[in-house]
């Protein structure tokens, strides 16, 4: 690094780092194609509406089975 490197560095404030370090990480990613995002947006509601009913009848199930034990209507 030269000199004039530095000095410039030096000179930048932390919001102009961050900017410029993060712009130069962004590039380094991997971008899905849209196909891609479209299948894994499809995947992930679809996990979550699965995770959602499991949870619910797990919920469900607890609290019937609470209540029995406890007596309670």
Known sequence: MTEKDRKARRSENAIQRYIRETTGELRKVSW???????????LVLL???IMGVFL???DLGSRELLNLILGVQ
């Open 32 to 42: 899905p194609t849209w196909p891609e995002a479209r299948r894994l947006t499809w």
């Open 47 to 49: 996990v979550m509406l």
């Open 56 to 58: 619910a009848g797990v």
